[in-house]
């Protein structure tokens, strides 16, 4: 390992097919990692299983990322947290990589793009605090799970409001 969290050293293998190395690391989260309403804290701790195997057309990496993710309900805006296990195999070739595959650079490959596709694959992209959240009162902004009989009346069409004054009685 190099002294970037995420790159890896693979010269160990010697290009020797059926060569393994595998880590058991906890690493600080990269910024930006999720969605913008639910994603990974900056620093936050990731735990990362991983396994490099050599392979004839290059390293296989093949593992399991830890992560605490933190957003809101896109319905209440209440906070939630969550923890997932993102699993991820990539195939990183010795050379000539084309333009969707990815390559080992002087030796080293470069395990966060690979996860970050992981994590945000495995974030929900409504994230929600109860699969039964009602939201907010549209008129108010009440969270309605707080009160679940809130009201504001029979609603009048802006329309007909004018002839409310019909159904008045004049005063005595």
């Known amino acids: 390992m190099t002294s970037r969290?995420?790159?890896?050293?693979t010269q160990v293998f010697g290009r020797r097919p059926g060569a393994e190395k595998s880590y058991d690391l906890d690493l600080e989260a990269p910024a930006d990692l999720g969605l913008p309403v639910f994603g990974v804290p900056e620093g936050s701790p990731i735990g990362l299983e991983l396994r490099l195997e050599a392979v004839m057309d290059g390293v296989l990496a093949t593992g399991t990322a830890s992560v605490h993710a933190v957003g809101e309900c896109v319905r209440c805006l209440r906070d939630v947290?969550?923890?997932?296990?993102?699993?991820?195999?990539?195939?990183?070739?010795?050379?000539?990589?084309g333009e969707d595959e990815l390559?080992?650079?002087?030796?080293?490959?470069?395990?966060?793009?690979?996860?970050?596709?992981?994590?945000?694959?495995?974030?929900?992209?409504?994230?929600?605090?109860?699969?039964?959240c009602p939201g907010l009162c549209p008129?108010?902004?009440?969270?309605?799970?707080?009160?679940?009989?809130?009201?504001?009346?029979?609603?009048?069409?802006?329309?007909?409001?004018?002839?409310?004054?019909?159904?008045?009685?004049?005063?005595?």
């Open 81 to 97: 947290e969550e923890d997932f296990d993102c699993d991820f195999q990539e195939l990183y070739l010795y050379e000539d990589a």
């Open 5 to 9: 969290p995420f790159v890896f050293d």
């Open 139 to 172: 008129d108010c902004g009440a969270r309605l799970a707080d009160d679940p009989d809130h009201t504001h009346g029979d609603a009048i069409d802006p329309r007909w409001s004018a002839l409310t004054h019909l159904t008045e009685r004049p005063e005595e």
């Open 103 to 132: 390559a080992l650079e002087d030796e080293y490959l470069d395990l966060e793009p690979v996860l970050r596709d992981a994590v945000v694959l495995a974030l929900p992209h409504n994230p929600l605090c109860d699969p039964d």
